[in-house]
């Protein structure tokens, strides 16, 4: 099937106009963040527009300017503190009207699972997490 390549901003407006109608969205997203649990050109993401967001989910945000689908890792009253799992330092902050979705499944291949909290990753020691990470993305590049 060929793809169609458009610009992040014209497609993340259609995204958020589908989610803000409480319809539900496929897409597949890029970058290796989200590492181990998401591959880019693998995995697809099902987002959906919820009441409230908590801590564990993978959510979809727009915050300093550009799109972020990462993990929710803490809330401090109105800020939402996020971090890709595949990111051993650095995080984002956001409010709750800057969260567009959070997703409900992932699909890979032939088979959709809904994600877990990530209590387990999250709970390594940063040493561990950072050894299995250098190993994952030397085996990644080799797929």
Same mark, same amino acid.
């Given at each position: 099937? @060929?793809?169609?390549?458009?610009?992040?901003?014209?497609?993340?407006?259609?995204?958020?106009? =589908?989610?803000?109608?409480? *319809?539900?969205?496929?897409?597949?997203? *890029?970058?290796?963040?989200?590492? @181990?649990?998401?591959?880019?050109?693998? $995995?697809?993401?099902?987002?959906?527009?919820? @009441?409230? #967001?908590? %801590?564990? $989910?993978?959510?979809? !945000?727009?915050?300093?300017?550009?799109? %972020?689908?990462?993990? =929710?890792?803490?809330?401090?009253?109105? *800020?939402? !503190? /996020?971090?890709?799992?595949?990111? =051993?330092?650095? &995080?984002?902050?956001?409010? @709750? $009207?800057? %969260?567009?979705? &959070?997703?409900?499944?992932?699909?890979?291949?032939? /088979?959709?699972?809904?994600?877990?909290?990530?209590?387990?990753?999250?709970? =390594?020691?940063?040493? !561990?997490?950072?050894?299995?990470? #250098?190993?994952?993305?030397?085996?990644?590049?080799?797929?």
């Amino acid at each position: 099937m @060929p793809r169609l390549v458009i610009p992040t901003e014209t497609f993340m407006e259609e995204v958020r106009s =589908l989610l803000s109608q409480g *319809k539900e969205v496929s897409f597949t997203p *890029k970058g290796y963040s989200m590492l @181990p649990l998401l591959r880019t050109d693998r $995995d697809s993401v099902i987002l959906k527009k919820l @009441p409230g #967001a908590e %801590v564990g $989910d993978i959510i979809l !945000v727009r915050t300093e300017g550009r799109y %972020v689908l990462h993990r =929710l890792i803490s809330m401090e009253g109105d *800020k939402l !503190v /996020l971090q890709g799992d595949g990111n =051993l330092q650095g &995080t984002e902050t956001c409010g @709750p $009207d800057d %969260v567009l979705g &959070t997703v409900i499944r992932i699909k890979r291949g032939r /088979l959709g699972f809904k994600p877990g909290n990530g209590r387990f990753w999250r709970g =390594l020691p940063y040493i !561990v997490r950072r050894v299995i990470l #250098a190993i994952y993305r030397r085996l990644y590049k080799t797929l």
